[in-house]
């Protein structure tokens, strides 16, 4: 859970360093992505079908949180609100 409040306080492997990078950019500022988002994805690892799947994913959770925040669906009792 730790890692979900900040994961630049913990120390992760490239791979997993990249991939919070790029999903934090595409979750804050999506019209910034760049060909070089992906291809730094690359450089650790990632191939393109993983890259897809994470792009789906990380965009899938961002569309469903503007959509329960924007019709104020409560959260599930286990689940902790940011501030």
Same mark, same amino acid.
């Given at each position: 859970?730790?890692?979900?409040? &900040?994961?630049?306080l $913990?120390?992760l492997? =490239? =791979? !997993?360093?990249?991939l919070c990078?790029?999903?934090e950019r595409?979750t804050?500022?999506p @019209?910034?992505?760049?060909? /070089?988002d992906?291809?730094?994805l690359r @450089?650790? @690892?990632?191939? *393109?079908? /993983?890259?897809? *799947?994470?792009t789906?994913?990380i965009?899938?959770?961002n569309y469903? &949180?503007?959509?329960? !925040?924007?019709? $104020?669906v409560d959260?599930?009792?286990?689940m902790?609100a940011?501030p």
């Open positions: 859970m730790a890692v979900q409040k &900040n994961w630049r $913990h120390d492997g =490239a =791979a !997993d360093r990249a990078e790029f999903a595409l804050r500022t @019209g910034k992505m760049r060909e /070089q992906v291809e730094t @450089g650790v @690892g990632f191939d *393109d079908l /993983q890259i897809h *799947d994470a789906q994913v965009s899938y959770f469903i &949180n503007r959509v329960a !925040d924007a019709v $104020h959260l599930e009792p286990e902790t940011y």
